[in-house]
DNA sequence: ATCGTGTACGAGGGATCACT
DNA sequence: AGTGATCCCTCGTACACGAT
């Protein structure tokens, strides 16, 4: 379109490149704690991938950059805890995008689609999903939909809008920002400081750590 | 006071891709 | 194939600021 990638294709091919687990969220050793990415959409596939949406609504659902869902609860009562990236060119973009995330009294909800369910997790590891969820004892036969407990969203900005936003404005608790290049970064994942600011994402995050 | 420049912002719309 | 979601472009407006 623009005769070289745009910079979403360029952060989500990075992205694909990450783990099924957010860097930096490593559960450690906890059973329960079972995360999978849900996006960036596999490049070849046509198959549906995770969203978000609200309640009864068929439009307007949030199809994030990034998306890594964990889930938790039992079979009765399932719930997932959401880490997404969204990469945003635009200032315009950036306001679109806090909006969906921003704290609200409506119930946000994820679906995941059943071909993704029954899909394998990754190349090297041919258990499906549903069965790495938990909460499924037999392959679905419909949508998944969870409720969102907990939401942190990490937002990459071009280093303009960085630098304007960081000396400006003040995040939601949920939020946390990067400079584009730290995502596009090669090897972003394995960047030892952006797995420490993203270990600070998670709602263990807000307790004291007892020995 | 007037003008030019740079920046921020918002509306509108085209292109592309995902999904139905 | 049609609709919807997203990205990002252009264009117009408002404002701050410095030069004239």
Not at 117 to 140: C, F, H, S, V, Y
Request: charge should be positive; proline fraction near 11%; aromatic fraction near 10%.
């Amino acid at each position: 379109m623009y005769g070289q990638a745009s910079l979403d294709s360029i952060v989500k091919d990075r992205l694909r490149k990450w783990p099924q687990c957010p860097p930096g969220l490593t559960p450690r050793g906890r059973s329960q704690d079972s995360w999978l990415r849900g996006r960036p959409a596999d490049q070849q596939g046509t198959m549906a991938h995770p969203f978000l949406k609200l309640p009864g609504s068929t439009r307007l659902r949030t199809l994030p950059d990034g998306l890594w869902l964990k889930f938790g609860g039992t079979p009765v009562e399932p719930f997932v805890d959401i880490f997404a990236i969204e990469a945003c060119g635009t200032l315009q973009n950036l306001l679109d995008k806090r909006s969906r995330f921003a704290p609200s009294t409506q119930s946000l909800l994820a679906v995941c689609p059943v071909p993704w369910l029954l899909a394998p997790i990754a190349e090297n590891d041919t258990t499906p999903r549903w069965m790495a969820t938990g909460l499924l004892r037999r392959p679905p036969v419909m949508d998944f939909v969870l409720p969102v407990r907990d939401v942190r969203v990490m937002y990459g900005l071009k280093r303009r809008h960085y630098q304007g936003f960081a000396t400006s404005q003040v995040p939601h608790p949920h939020e946390y920002f990067v400079p584009m290049d730290a995502l596009t970064a090669e090897d972003s994942d394995k960047d030892p400081a952006l797995q420490a600011f993203m270990s600070r994402a998670c709602a263990a995050s807000n307790f004291l750590s007892l020995p």
